[in-house]
């Protein structure tokens, strides 16, 4: 009976292991890859700038080099651009119209005294707040019981995300994710997740799952705030620096990917 369960035990291993290495894994770029050096770069300077432990001149500069640089690393996936943007835009909350989801009707977006590269100037709200029906804030959609999608407004790059925070964090977004978006030169900025399903030098298209919506960020977890999706567009000029882009009618005639 013995060698009968071993071959037995042996294949059922031998096909678990096939199985399983024929799912679609992830499967991170080389740490020496340009575009991922862009990554750790963005990374690190966001993370300075938002420990105001870089000044924010040095920090522009910092920023200007790494995207004029990004700029020519991507010049390649610029061919395809009509191909990327051929969908069109994807809503980025999953199962919800722009209509019922846009905080305010779009009256939420504040550009004026937005400064990227001094995070102690917080007046401005150059982003657009996305909200689901949560009255208990748990985090949970009310009607479908469960918690929703965040969708990638567009393809492109994944250029850095934050999945650890923790209540005691002074960090206003959260666990977020920063897309770039080579054919729209544009920085898409998604914040306040629950959860982060994609990793730095990861390539995304628009209506790819980024996460789960949550209340992650110093103000969002706080009982007073209601479950939303903070979403920023940042356009980089021709300089390498961002600006701030209302992009509240891409919104509205973006596409509504429904529950699964
Ligand atoms: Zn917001």
Redesign the pocket.
């Known amino acids: 009976m013995f060698p009968v369960k071993a071959v037995f035990l042996f294949f059922t291993l031998f096909f678990s292991v096939i199985w399983k290495s024929s799912a679609p894994l992830y499967v991170p770029p080389a740490e020496t890859d340009p575009l991922m050096l862009s990554c750790q770069k963005f990374e690190a300077l966001y993370q300075s700038i938002g420990d105001s432990t870089i000044t924010p001149d040095s920090a522009s500069a910092a920023f200007k080099a790494l995207f004029l640089d990004l700029r020519q690393l991507t010049d390649a996936f610029r061919k395809d651009c009509s191909e990327d943007l051929a969908g069109g835009y994807v809503f980025p909350v999953r199962g919800y119209y722009p209509g019922t989801s846009i905080g305010g009707r779009g009256k939420g977006y504040r550009p004026s005294g937005f400064d990227f590269f001094d995070s102690r100037v917080r007046k401005s709200?150059p982003?657009h707040?996305l909200f689901i029906r949560d009255k208990n804030n748990d985090g949970i959609d009310d009607v479908m019981c469960e918690q929703v999608d965040v969708l990638a407004f567009t393809g492109g790059l994944v250029l850095g995300i934050r999945q650890d925070w923790t209540s005691e964090s002074q960090w206003r977004g959260g666990n977020y994710v920063w897309v770039y978006n080579p054919c729209l030169n544009a920085l898409l900025y998604y914040a306040h997740n629950s959860t982060v399903d994609v990793r730095p030098g990861q390539w995304i298209r628009a209506g790819d799952v980024l996460g789960k919506m949550g209340r992650t960020g110093f103000n969002a977890w706080q009982p007073r705030s209601t479950t939303h999706l903070?979403f920023m567009y940042l356009k980089i000029t021709d300089e390498g620096l961002p600006e701030p882009y209302n992009p509240l009618s891409l919104l509205m005639e973006s596409k509504v990917l429904d529950w699964e």
Do not use: K, T, V
């Open positions: 709200h982003a707040d903070h």
